[in-house]
């Protein structure tokens, strides 16, 4: 049965659109900033090197948790619990799976990517190339109802990470603050505050009450939620320019490139 645009009580148009705006900026726009994002992330991830900056404990976190005696001396901070890793396999490989799953099944980038991947469709009243649409209700978007259970995995990625950012202020040389340390610990509260923003925190916080007097604590919580709600879309595109830029950093420190800028 033909459905969409294609129905029987549709309008008969051959164009795809009557708009005559530049609608095809948006998700051109955000293609481009999800693919470097992605390019730029796949790079770093399998690159293996330049990751850890042993003087001043500085450690992206695209490599956070390492947990294997690959990893760089002193950047496995909670032990080695796997062995020599071969080369096509990420040094950060077990948090990794979690945050794309994260990330992949949020749902402002379900958004993004529907109207600028899949085009699905790419912007009001512009017709979807594609002829039927099953929802999420099968592979592979039916992954997609898994959201809530990468979000857990995202908390606790969450918390490593600010852990390695305080790990950062304690150098081998005692007590130290630089430029890198700004740069950590700002990533890692963009990172709590896109995580934190999640509909699916807002959910756990105020969800399934039918009364929220008798739950003063929860109903607190849920409209801090709610507030930070409001601002998951730009946290979501946010957290990526600082991810980026963290690593940026900590490669180009590890690499030599550049000095870490010292206060104390």
């Not at 705006?21 to 992330?41: K, S």
């Not at 976190?61 to 990893?71: A, G, T």
């Not at 794309?100 to 017709?127: D, E, N």
């Not at 040389?173 to 430029?179: A, I, M, S, V």
């Amino acid at each position: 049965m033909t459905t969409g645009i294609n129905a029987p009580t549709r309008a008969r148009i051959s164009a795809r659109t009557l708009r005559t705006d530049r609608w095809w900026l948006p998700p051109l726009l955000t293609v481009l900033g999800l693919g470097t994002f992605v390019i730029y992330a796949t790079f770093r991830a399998f690159m293996g090197d330049h990751y850890w900056v042993n003087d001043y404990h500085y450690l992206t976190p695209f490599y956070s948790p390492c947990l294997s005696d690959s990893c760089a001396p002193g950047s496995a901070h909670f032990g080695a619990w796997f062995g020599e890793l071969p080369g096509w396999i990420p040094l950060g490989f077990v948090a990794l799976p979690f945050l794309l799953g994260f990330r992949l099944t949020c749902y402002y980038y379900r958004k993004a990517y529907y109207r600028s991947v899949w085009q699905s469709p790419p912007a009001c009243a512009v017709a979807e190339p594609h002829k039927s649409y099953s929802g999420e209700t099968k592979l592979p978007l039916i992954v997609q109802n898994a959201h809530r259970y990468f979000f857990y995995a995202a908390l606790v990625v969450s918390v490593i990470n600010t852990y390695d950012a305080i790990l950062a202020f304690h150098s081998p040389d005692g007590f130290g603050f630089g430029l890198g340390n700004i740069v950590l610990t700002g990533n890692v509260i963009m990172l709590w505050a896109y995580t934190l923003s999640c509909h699916s925190c807002r959910h756990i916080a105020g969800g399934r009450l039918k009364h929220f007097s008798k739950h003063p604590v929860r109903y607190w919580f849920w409209t801090k939620v709610s507030a930070l709600n409001t601002r998951h879309m730009q946290l979501a595109w946010v957290t990526l320019g600082t991810l980026m830029l963290t690593d940026l950093y900590v490669w180009l420190v590890a690499s030599g490139a550049i000095s870490d800028l010292r206060f104390i």
